[in-house]
């Protein structure tokens, strides 16, 4: 699961702004540089309420049902964002929503990871879900740079890219649910 959501926010969401820069080749650098940061900025912003959102919802459903539906909301909004943006205009629009879609899982993983083990193995346990995820992870900056040469561009190649959230929701079915259930002591 965090080689879902951090292999989709790193493979795909974060290169928002190289988007907005080749989308806006006509302006100067400056302009470009400056309208590509605020289109992250907002991005970000997105981000930290869909993390609260994330926590919110999860505590009051289950922790599967909350990564599920945070999985296929970052994938459609993922194809929104690359696909759609077609203007600085549209990248205000859709970086919010992408921004809260795709980092939602994050918050999940400091809710879910630490209620898997018991208290002598927590830290390490958590740290080598997360961490062992972000070492796979990092494949998929280096997947989209090769498609992107080779599909003809950014949109085709996070297509293929965001795929990666397909496997948090296939890895879901294995995962226990821990909503209301005591720390394993």
């Known amino acids: 699961m965090a080689i879902a959501g ?3 926010l790193w493979g795909t969401a974060f290169w928002s702004a190289d988007l907005i820069r080749s989308l806006l080749s ?3 650098d400056t302009v470009r540089r400056q309208d590509a940061s605020l289109v992250f900025l907002v991005q970000q912003v997105g981000a930290g309420l ?49 921004g809260f879609c795709t980092l939602g899982p994050f918050c999940g993983y400091t809710v879910y990871f630490p209620e898997l083990f018991p208290t002598r193995l927590r ?27 080779s599909l003809g561009g950014l949109g085709p190649a996070v297509s293929v890219v965001s795929c990666i959230y397909v496997l948090g929701l296939l890895a879901l079915p294995f995962a226990p649910e821990t909503r209301g259930q005591p720390l394993p002591e």
């Not at 505590?59 to 943006?85: K, M």
């Open 26 to 28: 006509d302006l100067p």
């Open 123 to 149: 830290a390490t346990g958590c740290g080598f879900c997360y961490n062992v995820g972000r070492i796979l992870a990092a494949i998929a900056p280096f997947t989209l740079g090769g498609l992107a040469g």
């Open 6 to 8: 951090v292999g989709g």
């Open 50 to 98: 869909g993390m609260y959102v994330f926590a919110v919802f999860t505590e009051r459903t289950s922790r599967r049902l909350a990564f599920a539906i945070s999985f296929v909301l970052a994938f459609l909004s993922v194809q929104g964002f690359f696909h759609f943006t077609h203007s600085f205009r549209d990248a205000m629009i859709w970086a919010p929503i992408m």
